[in-house]
């Protein structure tokens, strides 16, 4: 997983991050709630094909979306709640960003790209909501390689480095799409062995 090959080496950023906004009294949620704000002018950005700019608030959003976990460990202030918020602003942050990028294919006169684009926005609900609802059954369901970071990543760079948006954005509708049948395909073998051991 890209999270978990990148996170651990930017861990001293994001601690000292969350330090300084700890001492300066801003709370977890109150940082989701900026990550999703800045999620949404990132959208609006796009829509108006301002795309580098886009990128550039979308970075600080996924700043605070970084961040904000680990100020709730610092600050002793992690809660249900708070990862329940978390996740939810996370599902606002991938519709602005990707409504946004509809807007500008629009714009563009390319329903081609306006169908991949929304088509990425679908399936990236699907991965996100296949392993939210498979864990209710089973204990962990991570499977696939285009988890929402390979996403971000993706629309990310696509939008500093314009060439590269509608081949990464093809890559990561495919990708996503994969990895929502991967987690479908897990969830059912794991349902079937738990039923085979119970027998």
């Known amino acids: 997983m890209l999270r978990e090959k990148i996170y651990p080496k930017l861990a001293s950023f994001f601690n000292s991050a ?8 801003i709370t977890p949620n109150q940082l989701t709630i900026i990550g999703g704000a800045l999620s949404f002018l990132a ?54 960003f990707l409504a946004g990028l509809t ?22 609900f699907v991965v996100s909501y296949a392993k939210a609802r498979a864990e209710n059954f089973i204990d962990k369901c991570s499977v696939g390689l285009f988890t929402r970071e390979t996403r971000y990543a993706a629309i990310g760079f696509g939008a500093l480095i314009p060439p590269l948006l509608k081949p990464l954005l093809l890559i990561a509708f495919f990708g996503s799409a994969w990895t929502a049948y991967q987690r479908i395909i897990y969830t059912k073998e794991q349902l079937e062995s738990a039923k085979a051991l119970n027998v």
């Open 103 to 124: 807007l500008h294919f629009f714009n563009q006169d390319e329903p081609f790209w306006m169908a991949i684009t929304l088509g990425l926005m679908i399936v990236s």
């Open 43 to 96: 959208g609006f950005l796009f829509s108006h094909s301002a795309l580098f700019a886009g990128a550039i608030v979308m970075l600080f959003a996924g700043i605070c979306d970084a961040v904000d976990g680990a100020l709730a460990r610092l600050s002793g202030k992690a809660t249900p709640f708070g990862a329940y918020l978390d996740s939810t602003v996370d599902r606002f942050a991938d519709g602005f």
């Open 18 to 25: 969350a330090d300084i906004l700890n001492r300066r009294g």
